[in-house]
């Protein structure tokens, strides 16, 4: 997982090639789960010094600031997703589909965006 998390942050603004199911979703569920952890962080220490009130519901600022801070890498490894089934960048766009895309395994062999992340190098 943590390979997949960081080939997501070196490719962070690179939209070619395609990205394997693992690779994109290794990616998110890193993502949920650091932001999760920053906001029991900011919560614990933040209610603990006086920082916050406990009954705010406003978020996690140190989430936020994550979760914004990833928003790059995170389009580009769904549009190298989309490009591993053959689909151009539009479909991003499309909620329902792109879900599907994310789901469905991937063309096998090389297609127009580049040569299959599962195939294993001779």
């Not at 490719?11 to 949920?32: P, V």
């Not at 914004?68 to 490009?83: D, E, K, M, N, Q």
Request: aromatic share 14%; no cysteine.
């Amino acid at each position: 997982m943590i390979d997949n998390y960081k080939k997501a942050w070196r490719q962070a603004t690179d939209m070619k090639g395609r990205a394997s199911r693992s690779e994109y979703w290794h990616f998110i569920l890193a993502n949920i789960l650091i932001a999760i952890g920053l906001g029991f962080f900011e919560g614990f220490f933040g209610t603990l010094l006086g920082i916050l009130d406990p009954q705010s519901v406003d978020g996690s600022l140190l989430a936020n600031l994550y979760m914004f801070a990833t928003l790059i890498p995170s389009a580009t490894v769904a549009i190298r997703r989309g490009h591993d089934s053959g689909k151009a960048l539009g479909f991003m766009f499309i909620p329902f589909y792109n879900i599907y895309l994310a789901i469905k395994k991937g063309t096998a062999g090389p297609n127009q965006y580049g040569p299959d992340p599962l195939a294993i190098p001779e």
